[in-house]
């Protein structure tokens, strides 16, 4: 459970973006959107290598 404690004249806008941005780093959102479609072990694995090889390309052109 996310608690945003609110002192005595604090602005509402200010509090729910704090709710919002507490909300958004428990990463709850993203796991749903995950779990919406069953992924195959093999196919998440593929993605993951594609991404290093992504990841290490881009350092690589950071470096020349």
Known sequence: MIIVPIKEGENIEKALK???RKFEKTGAIRELRARK???KPSVKRRDE???AIYVQHLQL???Q
Do not use: L, T, Y
């Open 61 to 63: 052109q950071d470096e």
């Open 18 to 20: 704090k709710f919002k």
């Open 49 to 51: 290598i594609k991404k």
């Open 37 to 39: 479609q069953f992924v």
